[in-house]
């Protein structure tokens, strides 16, 4: 999605995709396929390249240290490893006095049972969209996540099983040269673990917590050293704070909105911010913009290319993005886009698009 | 910039480029660089396409007749004759009543004389941007416009000089299926026979003008089964008519306001068209939108991406689009969109980036 605003600003990519015909290796005619952990196949495609980011968080650090010694690395390392490492990140965080839950590395069931019953175990590297997430309520339980720690050669977090309202995300992007745009704070809906829903504005957000939210994501870009867009997710406790979940330095699912619902998409501003070019505005360009994800259904009666007649005639300002995959179940396909005055109106819209898409909606499932 | 909806509908382009590395080459990975003008080339290109479109009108006709054999080609052959000829496209907007300046196809000076002097001359077929238009006030200046025509191997045509308040354009889509889509008549303005600025809508239009224009592009479209998108570029008479002077049959540079100015863009509408899928809104997301081309300057002082720490600092509103071609004087390197509830305001910011873009603003100018 990086590849739209690229094309549209005159700025050439060069790709590391993982085999090809990719998504992004659909849309960038200049890519390599390739091993994004091998040393060697980075210091190739980056050779000539006047800066360098990445779009999800596993890229080893000692390679990221490395390319750093010959061109700018955006976001850096240094920072790259809050959201690469959720110890490292919640160590910090509650350094900087950082809203978190209550969270421990724990090594045994005991130690968990220590820390306190019910609780969330997450591997501290490599979980994304619920995996490497489990809700424990005794010993018995947390034997899936060591062995899955130890697989993958990496720690166990407990933390607090929060009592939360909702959740939020407060989106910043920041250039090296230390500009910040703030986006709004928006409404996260997760199903299975799994970003599904987004609503901007966040619907009846006491404005004081919000601008708290935009601080900490502000302050965090700041000490952190972030540069592109940053993430913060937080939980909107049931007693009226906000606790940051959990960290992610790249264009997020939850600002996937702003591609039509905000003066500049948060792909143009990562993109901005990695060449340290001046930001663009964050603002919403719409009272409500509603953003529902298209997932690949389990019975794999989902719709792609096919999906278009019904849900283009439906609705003439539907704005929909596939990504060139195929369906998989559980798989993120795509997203939709609804915005205007109206919320309920713009709920319904993206509800009924999205579901149409997935295949829950037509005559096979009447 | 069609690259741009393709790649976030997940529509996979194959495209034809003149040369490796033209700007549409930068952007689409499945493109084969080759002749326009060579029937096999473009049989080879086409194989296992849904469709095919272009984005000129110099595609010779009996090809895309040959082409239109094994696949839709959009527009067709006989409808874009009429962007592609304009004695063809005056006699048949002539035979059907659609008001025209008054013209004729000459063959000598004194034939020219016979239809009145001052006029304008055009070569039928290969103009553009000011390209192959003349205007003479003597028998002694028609010399240029024969000998033109006679090196292209076509005709002349006289035009009556109309005297026009100003330019308008009124874009449709229209599908395979019959849809069809109005786009808000916008005024164009031109610098030196090019398109220079377009403001969304035309300020000050009489209503009954504006539909008018609406009607007429509708009518042109449907009659001449024009498949994507039409501009029709009129001319506002100071005595208030509206007469036709051009044909576009593809996105057209009055049109790229729609890009940020319009709920989907003349190019997500190009090609949902050409796949004859429901067409998008084209109503406008602001009051007002401002397009102003970036053209390269005569004493090539322009910038083009050094362009940017200025221009994006000054407006964190302002939409920048450059082709990644490089400055030449007098070549469209881009253009930048600005919206707003305050048309001088739109006025005054598209203006100067766009002069900045030229390199007219600056040290250097001062």
Redesign the interface.
Known sequence: ?L??PA??????LRLLAEAEGVSA?????D?LVGDYTDLDTLREVVAGCAAVTFDHEHVPTEHLEALQQTLPVHPGPAALVHAQDKAVMRERLGAMGVPCPRSAVVATPGEVEAFGFPCVLKTTRGGYDGKGVWFVSGPDECAEAFAAAERAGVRVLAEEAVDFRRELSAQVARSPSGQV?AYPVVQSTQLDGICHEVVAPAPDLDPDLALEAQRIAMRLAQELGVTGMLAVELFETTDGRVLVNELAMRPHNSGHWT?DGA??SQFENHL?AVLD?????P?A?APWTVMVNVLGAEDETGR??DG??HA??RD???R?????KSLRPGRKV?HVNVYGDDLDDCLERARHAAAWFRGDLGEDSE
Not at 7 to 12: D, H, I, K, N, S
Not at 25 to 29: E, G, I, L, N
């Open positions: 999605m590849a739209e094309a549209a600003m005159g700025v050439p290796a659909q849309v960038v005619p890519h745009a591609q003066v500049t901005r070019l001046p930001l663009g505005s603002e360009r792609l290319y278009y007649p283009l005639a003439p300002r539907l929909v993005h596939l990504y060139g795509g």
